[in-house]
């Protein structure tokens, strides 16, 4: 109090009445600052080990059954704090934790995607040209294209044979594997290139992956390289080159999850958009015992190209797991939904001040300053934009401040500067109340992504929060 009496009173009411945005590192307590630090450990884990959705799936399959999870059955009688887990096709996944109340209460649900930008092979990718052996490429997702030549990459996905059995592929993150890359034009001979606009120096047909040099030996035929390719990948996978033809291969970045800068305060990685918050909210409902209303985490596939086909979350695999839930308490789904609420947990630009014109730094997100809480995303006149209600941004707020969960404000840039989507507004045409919130991003869709690890953590304390709302 008697400090109180010092402040004067233009003091006293800017502290009361102004919304001042403060560094994360200047409110947090040292043992929540060590609880980010093994919380970044396990994300990191998660990066590496999920260079593809597939692999994702793969792994937090891994992470779910080891805290307790198992395999819904459609005809499962479940119970309050009952666990399980359905994965769509391998390239999606959802979990659920049975809520003390019914699901005509609704439930709570994060809802992530697990997809990033990448570089996907053609289904007739391998040939040679000058004795040099090649794949054929279409990229996959809002890529900056000169971003992706000269640097090390890695061969990720599966191939499937006609009688079925399924190959999985991994060249590159080994003990000791190859690496491939994508060549580009040297500075000498650069000077025309150099003139063109930076979406215009690389076409995406001369994205072609570097995959050997090395002729057969003993044949006097034509492409004795990419035959030579063809037998080195018939020894090791069993596949010849029809095989491509169903095959789901995609090459990334050779790059490991590291810590960033001498303060290590920060992570460096491929797909932080949107494994960071796809981690989140898995991490989330991992400690999710008995909530309230029933917890759901759904990690999407195929958000990166406007979340289409059977694994995105357009798809109605996602309706079709809820409703298997709702018929087991005999509660229709309308009535489950209209009652829910979601949180698109999705990342956002981080504002950079070597690119400060593209910002509306009032109210873009700052690295270290918490959870990004995105009222709207789309693009330009909010186009493509759920737009929350006032009244659902205050409910996450309370949420949030009661939880002590650092947040602030997000916005995707000026706003005739760009724009961008989540998966808020499936699922609000689902009937279901959403906000879109994440982590603020640095050099997003880049190859090597930053981001704080104060954001990443209030991110997962958000999610966790929400998860237990009652």
Sequence with gaps: MAEEKKMTRGEQLRKALCYTKKNGYDKVEAAELEAMETYSIGYKQFLDAGKTE???VDYTIRLAEAAGFKEYKRGMELKAGDKVYQVNRGKAIVLAVMGQKGLEHGVSIGAAHIDAPRIDMKQNPLYEADELA???THYYGGIRKYQWVAIPL???GVVVLKNGETIRVSVGNGEGDPVFTIDDLLPH??????KKPLGEAIPGESLNILVGSRPFADDEGENRVKLCTLELLHKRYGIVEEDFVSAELSVVPAFKASDVGFDRSMIGAYGHDDRVCSYAALAAILQIEHPERTAICMLADKEEIGSEGVTGMKSAAFDTFMEDLCAGQNVPLRVCYENSFCLSADVTAAYD???ADVYEKRNSALVNYGIG???YTGS??????SDASAEVVAKVRSIFDEANVLWQTAELGKVDAGGGGTVAMYMAERNIDTLDA????????????TVGKLDCYMTFKGMKAIFEAK
């Design 54 to 56: 597939r692999e994702c």
């Design 134 to 136: 090649f794949l054929k």
């Design 154 to 156: 890695e061969l990720h």
């Design 189 to 194: 001979l650069g000077v025309e290139q150099s």
């Design 353 to 355: 001040p070597n690119f």
């Design 373 to 375: 809480i995105c009222k």
């Design 380 to 385: 330009r006149g909010k186009s493509g934009a």
């Design 438 to 449: 994440g982590v603020p991003v640095l050099s997003m869709h880049a190859p090597f992504e």
